[in-house]
């Protein structure tokens, strides 16, 4: 699709004006690029036109940021105001304000007597108890009011940040199209100076949403739980010194980023530790420090899932000044242990860390502190030193040191206290060598280096001392072990296009094989797919949707409607729409007032009165046809005049006006043409199919010819929108995505494939080597019987007892090495060629074919010597 049809079909309709109009600018460098050669004076003047487009975005999207956080800011005080009122008449009826989120102190008796009016009193207190009953139940009533209108500002505020999202992408994708283009036609080099000295200057394609998401995640929370929002531990579920989850990983495009989070909040609140203190960027912020010795072991250990394998690193929360740094420790274990994979960590102090990794601290004396001061069981306590002393004694004797950092940015979704569903999704991921194996010193003696902060993308940096990861990284925690499923909407959303689906990656494992090429020789398996755009067609299963009441966005049929469907206030409802034949599904656009249809088709009145005469014909012959194929040849041939229209009409930059063989009339340069040729091709709209078909059948043809002309230039468009997507895009046709299978391991590298090592694969190789072993002693019985019953002067007898004694001890020599080569092969996790044998049983059977067969061969030949 061409860019120019693609933004007017994407824009939000109420902020057109304010969009990009790449039409315009299209239009300005095809007129005189065709008109005269390119001068200096049309360089300025288009870089005037873009300077004015750039300030309109650039202030647009600056006000309109600031409008919405001033909605959520006034949306929160409405909700403080409304349960503040809710406390207020509680109190008045004597009831206390609810503890812990939902709890009251009213009782159930009290509850059952207001709401039925029961009262220990008589009489004509009955009548006061029913006049305070409905006044309790029209107060209640009208507080859910204030808060379904609260509910639907919400909902507007989600889709204007997830507008305001697409907004940004698309206008900063039309100026990098517009630039290549001016590029392309003109010969001159505009694209990297006016990126450099305009686009830096307002960058409004930089904006981090995550401040605003925030926000709009509390208000949400709090509107949804009607000011009472779920209260608990914000530490992740509390105790965190060992726990253990159901992870699974996947990628997300840079482009589902904001719609992914804006989906995800609908249903979990953003994390917030503080959530008395303002939201800032640098809260977001993790960075860890992975350790490794020089022969990698944990990088392998890790890459192919051996069981025990761990991975040893330091982590810190925010700045680069935070004084408490985690020692984690993650060990996988493999399935048949019937253990879960662990991750453990305790506390240390910033200026500790050296000594400790040195060997020169322990933390025995600091955790017992813990233990003295209340903070901490004795059981627990015992338990960290001991995890530390494991670490430290790992870091020592693997000569363990700093090789890679990680950094990221980290929105969390989860419920305080509540680990059973715990969402993360991290943002601008970066590795960064750490070691100075190169010559190079990074960080020294020390555990870190010093150079980088959380400025990312890290400017400062060599590219050979960082990897920007260009996707977001969405991991979906459960805790299964209470026995519940996945809740519905966790699956809806993992199974949409806004995820890819990437099993058992490593942000550690992904550093080393691209900072480390020197030293790595396995790759994991989605390294050879890094190239492999993962966007995906959208397929509406998660959707940010607009309350009833707001506009649409689009121009075609989409304009008509808002993301609910309904008709928005630009277009009135139809008073009467033809009804839709069985077996067809009209567009839009084409259910139109069947009512003075000689004004409307703009025919002369002859015309229509044989149209209409056709049509009648046409309706009873149809009506007899009940097997008829659904196929509409006249919607294909509509089509095809659609497409033509829609051509001129994105080149001459008026795509947005269009309306199909119906234009509303324009001044300007070829609008006679144009209303010549509505004329010409026009038809009554409610006529059937074929006579739709019938009438513009010649008219097509003769089109043909210019159509091909058309067709040439969109598809050299076409070919240079291709060079802005990737493989896997220009792979996708009708919606549907290829499989890749054609991909390789970079030259020199080795693709590590996980394979699973279960106890009974070691008892199944020993099975197999003693199966051999009984074969081989049964031959070696019918040797050793044919060696001790023969004659001595039995030369037949001795020959074949050799033979048999030779094939026996084949199958003893073959199934020793055959055992020895799988035992190592499963070791090292091997299984090419190690289940098939395709050689061995083939040879020992010809081999002990040929003893029987010399037996039998000699004794018949002695029986006929005698």
């Avoid at 050669?37 to 049309?42: M, V």
């Avoid at 979704?413 to 190079?440: C, H, Y």
């Avoid at 092969?825 to 190690?834: P, T, Y």
Wanted: aromatic letters at 8%; proline letters at 5%.
């Amino acid at each position: 699709m061409k860019f120019g049809r693609k933004i007017s079909q994407d824009l939000y309709n109420e902020w057109r004006s304010y969009y990009l109009d790449y039409n315009l600018l299209k239009r300005e460098l095809k007129a005189r690029t065709t008109s005269h050669a390119w001068n200096a004076q049309d360089e300025r003047d288009f870089i005037a036109l873009l300077e004015k487009e750039l300030d309109k975005i650039h202030d647009f999207q600056k006000a309109k940021t600031t409008e919405l956080s001033r909605r959520i800011k006034d949306a929160e005080k409405a909700v403080k105001r409304l349960v503040s009122d809710e406390y207020t008449e509680e109190n008045a009826d004597g009831q206390a304000p609810p503890q812990n989120g939902h709890q009251r102190n009213t009782t159930d008796a009290e509850a059952q007597q207001r709401r039925h009016g029961v009262s220990q009193d008589a009489g004509s207190d009955d009548d006061t108890e029913d006049e305070m009953d409905s006044e309790d139940l029209h107060s209640v009533d009208a507080l859910e009011d204030q808060f379904i209108l609260l509910e639907e500002e919400v909902a507007t505020l989600v889709a204007d940040v997830h507008d305001l999202a697409l907004y940004t992408k698309l206008n900063i994708t039309g100026f990098m199209k517009i630039l290549k283009k001016h590029d392309k036609q003109t010969g001159r080099t505009l694209k990297t100076t006016f990126v450099q000295d305009y686009l830096e200057k307002r960058p409004f394609y930089k904006y981090n949403w995550d401040s605003l998401i925030v926000k709009l995640s509390k208000l949400y929370d709090l509107v949804r739980t009607r000011g009472h929002p779920v209260q608990g531990d914000s530490s992740a579920g509390g105790n965190q010194s060992a726990f253990v989850r159901q992870t699974t990983k996947y990628w997300v495009h840079p482009d589902n980023l904001v719609h992914l989070k804006l989906a995800i909040l609908k249903h979990l609140p953003v994390l917030v530790f503080n959530p008395d203190k303002e939201f800032e960027q640098k809260d977001a912020a993790i960075t860890s420090i992975y350790f490794d010795n020089e022969d990698l072991e944990l990088y392998l250990g890790r890459l192919e899932k051996t069981e025990g394998a761990e991975a040893v690193r330091l982590r810190w929360y925010g700045d680069v000044d935070q004084k408490t740094i985690f020692v984690e420790r993650k060990t996988h274990r493999e399935d048949w242990t019937g253990e879960k994979s662990v991750k453990a960590r305790f506390p240390i102090k910033e200026h500790l860390v050296n000594a400790f990794l040195r060997g020169e601290y322990t933390m025995d004396e600091e955790f017992q502190q813990l233990v003295a001061k209340g903070k901490k069981t004795q059981e627990e306590v015992d338990s960290m030193i001991q995890l530390a002393n494991e670490v430290q004694y790992s870091i020592l004797t693997k000569k363990l040191m700093p090789v890679m950092r990680t950094f990221y940015n980290r929105t969390a979704f989860q419920l305080p206290g509540d680990a059973r569903v715990r969402i993360s999704l991290d943002t601008e991921l970066t590795m960064v060598r750490e070691d100075n194996w190169d010559g190079k010193i990074r960080a020294g003696d020390n555990w870190r280096r010093n150079d980088i902060g959380i400025d990312w993308p890290f400017e400062q940096l060599p590219p050979s001392d960082k990897e920007l990861f260009k996707y977001g990284v969405l991991e979906v925690k459960l805790q299964t072990q209470y026995g519940q499923e996945p809740p519905v909407w966790v699956t809806d959303l993992v199974s949409s296009h806004l995820v890819e689906a990437v099993p058992k990656s490593s942000k550690f494992i992904h550093g080393c094989a691209t900072l480390l090429p020197e030293r790595v020789d396995l790759v994991p398996f989605w390294l050879p797919q890094m190239d492999v755009d993962i966007l995906k067609p959208d397929t509406g299963a998660v959707q940010i949707e607009r309350p009833l009441n707001t506009s649409s966005r689009g121009t075609s049929s989409s304009e008509r409607q808002g993301s609910s469907g309904f008709l928005t206030p630009d277009h009135p409802p139809q008073t009467y729409a033809e009804p839709v034949s069985e077996g067809e599904e009209d567009e839009p656009l084409d259910l139109a007032p069947a009512r003075d249809e000689v004004a409307r088709t703009g025919l002369e009145a002859s015309d229509v009165a044989a149209a209409k005469a056709f049509r009648e014909k046409a309706l009873k012959e149809r009506a007899q046809r009940e097997t008829e194929s659904p196929a509409k040849p006249a919607v294909r041939a509509r089509d095809a005049v659609l497409e033509a229209e829609d051509d001129n009409a994105d080149d001459e930059g008026e795509a947005d006006e269009r309306m199909p063989f119906l234009k509303h009339r324009k001044s300007g340069k070829g609008q006679a043409d144009r209303d010549a040729k509505v004329r010409a091709v026009s038809i009554d709209p409610l006529a059937p199919s074929s006579a739709f078909d019938e009438t513009l059948r010649d008219r097509l043809r003769e089109d043909a010819e210019r159509q091909r002309v058309r067709d040439q230039a969109i598809a050299e468009e076409e070919e240079e929108d291709e060079e802005q997507v990737g493989p896997s895009q220009r792979a996708m046709r009708d919606s549907e995505r290829l499989l890749e299978r054609s991909w390789r391991a970079p030259p020199g590298k080795k693709i590590a494939v996980p394979v699973r090592i279960e106890p009974k694969v070691y008892f199944a190789t020993e099975r197999t080597f003693l199966k051999w072993l009984h074969f081989a002693i049964y031959i070696g019985t019918i040797a050793t019987t044919l060696l001790n019953f023969v004659q001595p002067e039995d030369t037949a007898g001795l020959i074949s007892a050799a033979l048999f004694t030779l094939a026996a001890l084949a199958a003893i020599a073959y199934s020793a090495i055959i055992f020895v080569y799988r035992a190592y092969s499963i070791r090292h996790r091997h299984a090419d060629g190690m289940y098939y044998d395709k050689y061995g049983p083939t040879v020992l059977a010809l081999l002990l074919l040929a003893a029987i067969g010399a037996n039998i061969g000699l004794r018949v030949k002695d029986m006929f010597r005698d």
